[in-house]
Each structure stands twice: as structure tokens, then as C-alpha cells.
């Protein structure tokens, strides 16, 4: 723990750098340093730090405050490789609760995953796994991993085994020099609630991938960006997924921009259903018997899509429906929420129309 005067002299320097507090205010701060009893809370790194100014985890100079870090922030940094190594390495001897991580092209140190009380792991444009798998530690406590970077050439099955109490996953695929092509099998999180997933391929977009999907019963919500698939794989999202409640595809393609077949699927738990800048033409579904509870529609930017069908007025939990982009749409929208003003003489339906 700090002493009083260590935590005043520790949050003065974060918030005043080389200036002191002025006098009106210095009461106020170290009441505040008082409410900390002795932790520093969080310790950022911007743009303006360099890696010459390293104090804070210097190993000769034993800064007191380190072994009680519960967050780190690393932002816009502009550091040398071997710094970061050398003081990420210092981590495992830390009480670090969560780190975010956003310098581009950043290969972390395998130490890091051996802190066991990590809870929150946030890692824009870094690369994770480049050390052996069997070697990372389990980590019980990390509940949210984000912006993972993944090969679609690896079978990631032993990574994800590493992190049992995952409750929350986003990660990006990169394909574009993939031969052969896995989705992660995430059904060995059994706790996952929450998964965007970025499909980044360039020069295969024209292909329809045929991905083994294998979801845990657990999963909330699916976010899936840049995937061009199939009608089957999206019945076996809505087959495998008892409790989906939110589905969102972004800049996806459906049977290369052909017919969304959704005959004999169910998704029993969905409220939320998002499509942006989909390609598809058809879409074959008997709404109410595929979407027997969804609330909310969004369609953004289809362009392709020729009409909503007509069997989503049928849709008794429907509140809502946006539409943004063309007419044909916005027509089917609108007719859709005056049938369903005669069938029930109430004005239940909300129609959103954005412009193109």
C-alpha cells in the first residue's frame, strides 16, 4: 500500500505533470488521494510519453506504486520494440485487473498472459499468440477479450480452451493468404455471451465460404462482418443458438447475393435482427414462424433486396422497422405498418425511413 503522501504525490504528477496543484484545490486533492487508500487506480501512456520516459516500470528504480497497478492504458504510443517487451514482461508481478493495448503492430509479450487476475483485455492491431499455445497460463478470470487478431489458417481450438470464463469476444480474421480456412470453434466457452467477428479477405470476396460454425448454446449476440455465406449456415446459427437474441450482419453477402432460403429454421429468442449493406435479392421466410419474438428490424443499405415480406406483419412482438436506402424498401415497410393498423386499429408499429 502508499502512503498518503506517496498517493497525493502520485495523483499530482498524472494530473499536473511538471506543475504542482495549485493551493484552492490542494484539500480537494488529497481527499481524493485518501479514497484511493493507497491504489493507483489507472496509469496511461499517450502519444507525448517516449520510451525514454519508462520510470514508472523501471526494474532499478523499484517504483513502489507498480505492484499495486490495477489498470494500464497504452495509447497512440510511438515507442521502441524492445520497450515495450522489457516493461510488459514486468506485468506478471503486477495486481492488474485490465490492460488496453493500441499500438499498431505490437506483438505482446507472452507474459502477458500470465497474469491471472486479468479481467478485461483490449488489443487493437496487435498480435497476440506468436509464442507456444500449450505454454499460455488459463486464465479464469478474463471475462472480455477484445480485438483479438486471428489466422484463418490455425485452428484456434487450444487457444480459446485457455480462457473458460470468456463472456465477451471480438476478433478480426485476416484471409488473404489462406489456403484452407477455419472459423474458430468457440463452443469450448461455454460462458460466451457476446462475439464480433471481422472476416478480412481481400481478393476472395466474389466466394461464398463455406464455414463450420460452431457456436456455444451460451451465445446473446452475433456480430458477423465481411462473411459471405450461405442460407445453410445461417439456419444453423438459428438451430444451434436457443438463446440469440441479437443478430447483426454487416457488409456480408448472401448465397453471392442471391436468395436468403430461411425455410424450417427457427430463431426462437431473437428481438433484434441488423442488416447493413447485406447483398442479397430474395429472401424466402415465413416471418412469424422464423421470428416468432423479434422486435426490431433494421435494414440499412440493401441494396439488392427487393422487398421486406409481406409475412413480417404477421410478427406480433414487432415494434419497430428502419429502413434506410431505397424506396422499394421503404414502400414495403410502409405497407406492412398500415396492415398492421388495420388489423389491430392501433398505431403499434414504429416505421424509421432514413434516406439513401
Known amino acids: 500500500m502508499l502512503r498518503p503522501e506517496e498517493s497525493w504525490e502520485l495523483l499530482e504528477k498524472r494530473i499536473f505533470e511538471e506543475e504542482h496543484c495549485p493551493n484552492e484545490l490542494k484539500d480537494?486533492?488529497?481527499?481524493?488521494?485518501?479514497k484511493c487508500d493507497g491504489l493507483p487506480l489507472t496509469v496511461i501512456y499517450d502519444k507525448y510519453i517516449h520510451s525514454a520516459d519508462s520510470s514508472f516500470f523501471s526494474p532499478e528504480k523499484r517504483n513502489p506504486c507498480a505492484k499495486h497497478l490495477l489498470s494500464l492504458k497504452i495509447q497512440f504510443g510511438y515507442y521502441l520494440y524492445n520497450w515495450h517487451l522489457i516493461h510488459l514482461r514486468l506485468l506478471k508481478r503486477l495486481d492488474v485487473l485490465g490492460i488496453t493495448l493500441s499500438e499498431p503492430s505490437l506483438v505482446l509479450s507472452p507474459t502477458i498472459w500470465s497474469l491471472a487476475k486479468l479481467r478485461h483485455v483490449d488489443i487493437a492491431n496487435c498480435l497476440v499468440f506468436d509464442s507456444d499455445i500449450d505454454k499460455l497460463a488459463?486464465?479464469?478470470?478474463?471475462?472480455?477479450?477484445?480485438?483479438?487478431e486471428l489466422s484463418c489458417s490455425v485452428d484456434s481450438r487450444d487457444i480459446f480452451k485457455k480462457f473458460p470464463n470468456l463472456?465477451?469476444?471480438d476478433f478480426r480474421m485476416d484471409c488473404s493468404a489462406a489456403e484452407q480456412m477455419y472459423f474458430p470453434r468457440l463452443d469450448v466457452l461455454n460462458k460466451l455471451e457476446r462475439v464480433y467477428a471481422l472476416f478480412d479477405c481481400s481478393?476472395?470476396?466474389?466466394?461464398?465460404?463455406?464455414?463450420?460454425?460452431?457456436?456455444?448454446?451460451?451465445l446473446k449476440e452475433v456480430e458477423l462482418i465481411g462473411f459471405n455465406l450461405s442460407s445453410d449456415e445461417l439456419s444453423g446459427i438459428g438451430r444451434s443458438l436457443?438463446?440469440?437474441?441479437?443478430?447483426?450482419?454487416?457488409?456480408?453477402?448472401?448465397?453471392?447475393?442471391?436468395?436468403?432460403?430461411?425455410?424450417?429454421?427457427?430463431?426462437?429468442?431473437?428481438?433484434?435482427?441488423?442488416?447493413?449493406?447485406?447483398?442479397?435479392?430474395?429472401?424466402?421466410?415465413?416471418?412469424?414462424?422464423?421470428?416468432?419474438?423479434?422486435?426490431?428490424?433494421?435494414?440499412?443499405?440493401?441494396s439488392e433486396l427487393i422487398?421486406?415480406?409481406?409475412?413480417?406483419?404477421?410478427?406480433?412482438?414487432?415494434?419497430?422497422?428502419?429502413?434506410?436506402?431505397?424506396?422499394?424498401?421503404?414502400?414495403?415497410?410502409?405497407?406492412?405498418?398500415k396492415y398492421v393498423e388495420e388489423m389491430?386499429?392501433?398505431?403499434?408499429?414504429?416505421?424509421?425511413?432514413?434516406?439513401?
Not at 480537494?28 to 485518501?34: D, R, Y
Not at 488459463?138 to 483479438?148: A, D, I, P, R, V
Not at 414487432?318 to 405497407?335: C, D, F, P
Not at 389491430?344 to 439513401?356: I, Q
Open 242 to 302: 436457443p438463446n440469440l437474441q441479437k443478430l447483426e450482419l454487416w457488409n456480408a453477402s448472401i448465397e453471392g447475393g442471391k436468395e436468403w432460403n430461411m425455410e424450417q429454421v427457427t430463431f426462437r429468442n431473437l428481438k433484434s435482427l441488423i442488416l447493413f449493406k447485406v447483398f442479397f435479392s430474395e429472401w424466402q421466410v415465413i416471418a412469424d414462424e422464423s421470428f416468432p419474438v423479434l422486435e426490431e428490424l433494421y435494414i440499412q443499405f440493401c
Open 28 to 34: 480537494v486533492g488529497e481527499k481524493i488521494a485518501q
Open 344 to 356: 389491430t386499429g392501433e398505431d403499434k408499429l414504429e416505421v424509421e425511413l432514413g434516406s439513401a
Open 138 to 148: 488459463k486464465l479464469e478470470n478474463l471475462k472480455s477479450l477484445m480485438f483479438l
Open 203 to 218: 481478393g476472395h470476396l466474389t466466394h461464398v465460404h463455406q464455414f463450420d460454425f460452431h457456436f456455444p448454446l451460451s
Open 167 to 169: 463472456r465477451n469476444l
Open 307 to 337: 422487398e421486406i415480406p409481406e409475412s413480417f406483419e404477421d410478427i406480433a412482438s414487432l415494434k419497430s422497422i428502419v429502413v434506410w436506402g431505397w424506396r422499394q424498401l421503404k414502400e414495403s415497410a410502409i405497407k406492412i405498418k
